[in-house]
Structures are given as C-alpha cells and as structure tokens.
C-alpha cells in the first residue's frame, strides 16, 4: 500500500523509467550499457516506491500511551522550554527520520485539535539544533483527556520540500490515524507535560503507530 500523497509522484516515475527502458533497448546496442542504464532506472522507481509506502500498523488505542507518531530514531529526549504556543517547560521527545523510514505522520494520541499552523523556512539538516525553530515546520496541539494538551512538530530537514499536515482546528481525531506526510527526510518533535513517563531511549528505533513512546 502506498500514501496518496506519493500517487503523482510514482506515476510520473513509472512513466519515465518505462520510457528509459525503452529508449535504452531500441537505440543502445552495447548490452552492457543498456542493462546498466535499465537497472539504474528500476532501482530508482523501487526507491521511490518504497519511501512512498504506507503500512497498515496496529495502534495500541489507550489514552495512557502517547504512541510514536513516526518511524525512526529517537535523538532528543529532554527537558526544554517550548516558546511558540505553551511558552513554558516541556518535555521534548525528538524522532529522526532518513529517507528509508515510513514518511507517514500519525496521531500520537486522541483528542481534539487545538492548534495547527504552518511556518515556511530553511531546509537545514533536520538533526541540527536550530532546525525546530528554522526550518520548514508545522506545529499541531492536541487535546487529550489524560495528558491534557500535546504538541507535535513536523519539520523539513535537507531533502525535505513539502510538509502535508491534516490536522485541522476543532477537529476530533483518533490515536494512530493518518496526520500527514513529510517527503524525504525529516524530524518530528513532541512536547509533553513535565512528569511524563518517558518509555523509550536516546538512539532507539521506533514504529510510528505502534511504539509507545510515553505513558501516564
């Protein structure tokens, strides 16, 4: 299963790849350099496909557990203050993604949605320390009925040019679903009350929808 958000994306690449298979058939005569150009094209559509994918994840629905709300490596956990909408100490929880991970933003917890907006910005690594408040991000507030209010981040890193975010003010949503979609490679942040308990670990690799990233 692949996001919607690819389905452009993969047919324009299907097409051009078809095309280069053909072109390279009809007019190159080296074998060697024809086959070389037609695997070059074939991983370059399995690429695409595969950062595209989308998989069906069994999300934990309980509102004790703040779940990941994407794959990739946990590389922050600390406390710091949140300037833009809390304007007090938090905890932060920092999920890395590289290009290979699942893209896919999922809802870290149930609840309505307080807050959504959309910053433009620079497009530095998404591992450097300016990059939550520099870079191409949106930050998301959902209100749950136990943790009260938590924020997430999507920001952009290096590759990364365009943030999907559906979350919308006033809206209900539900544990797990789909919140959005960032392309080629970024970095999430949650921000949670001070006391949270924190269940995973500096350099931890984690499922978006499916680990429990902080419970009550």
Same mark, same amino acid.
């Given at each position: 299963?692949?996001?919607?958000?690819?389905?452009?994306?993969?047919?324009?690449?299907?097409?051009?790849?078809?095309?280069?298979?053909? $072109?390279?058939?009809? #007019?190159?005569?080296?074998?060697?350099?024809?086959?070389?150009?037609?695997?070059?094209?074939?991983?370059?559509?399995?690429?695409?496909?595969?950062?595209?994918?989308?998989?069906?994840?069994?999300? +934990? %629905?309980?509102?004790?557990?703040?779940?990941?709300?994407?794959?990739?490596?946990?590389?922050?956990?600390?406390?710091?203050?949140?300037?833009?909408?809390?304007?007090? =100490?938090?905890?932060?929880?920092?999920? #890395?993604?590289?290009?290979?991970?699942?893209?896919?933003?999922?809802?870290?917890? %149930?609840? =309505?949605?307080?807050?959504?907006?959309?910053?433009?910005?620079?497009?530095? $690594?998404?591992?450097? +320390?300016?990059?939550?408040?520099?870079?191409?991000?949106?930050?998301?507030?959902?209100?749950?009925? %136990? #943790?009260?209010?938590?924020?997430?981040?999507?920001?952009?890193?290096?590759?990364? *040019?365009?943030?999907? %975010?559906?979350?919308?003010?006033?809206?209900?949503? =539900?544990?797990?679903?789909?919140?959005?979609?960032?392309?080629?490679?970024? *970095?999430?942040?949650?921000?949670? +009350?001070?006391?949270?308990?924190?269940?995973?670990?500096?350099?931890?690799?984690?499922?978006?929808?499916?680990?429990?990233?902080?419970?009550?």
């Amino acid at each position: 299963m692949f996001h919607k958000e690819g389905a452009k994306i993969i047919l324009i690449a299907t097409i051009f790849v078809a095309a280069l298979i053909l $072109v390279a058939d009809h #007019f190159i005569a080296l074998t060697w350099l024809r086959m070389t150009i037609q695997i070059i094209g074939l991983i370059f559509l399995i690429l695409i496909l595969q950062f595209f994918r989308n998989p069906k994840r069994v999300t +934990p %629905n309980d509102d004790n557990h703040v779940i990941a709300p994407v794959d990739g490596k946990v590389v922050v956990i600390e406390e710091v203050f949140e300037p833009e909408y809390f304007n007090d =100490k938090r905890l932060q929880v920092s999920i #890395f993604m590289s290009p290979i991970n699942v893209h896919v933003t999922r809802y870290a917890v %149930n609840g =309505k949605i307080n807050f959504s907006k959309y910053h433009p910005g620079k497009y530095l $690594v998404a591992w450097h +320390p300016k990059a939550s408040t520099e870079n191409e991000r949106t930050t998301v507030v959902i209100e749950n009925q %136990n #943790f009260g209010e938590i924020l997430y981040r999507q920001i952009a890193g290096a590759l990364a *040019r365009r943030i999907v %975010n559906y979350a919308k003010e006033g809206t209900m949503v =539900k544990q797990g679903t789909d919140a959005g979609f960032i392309k080629f490679g970024s *970095r999430v942040d949650l921000f949670l +009350p001070l006391g949270t308990k924190i269940n995973v670990s500096l350099n931890q690799t984690v499922k978006g929808g499916e680990t429990v990233v902080a419970e009550k």
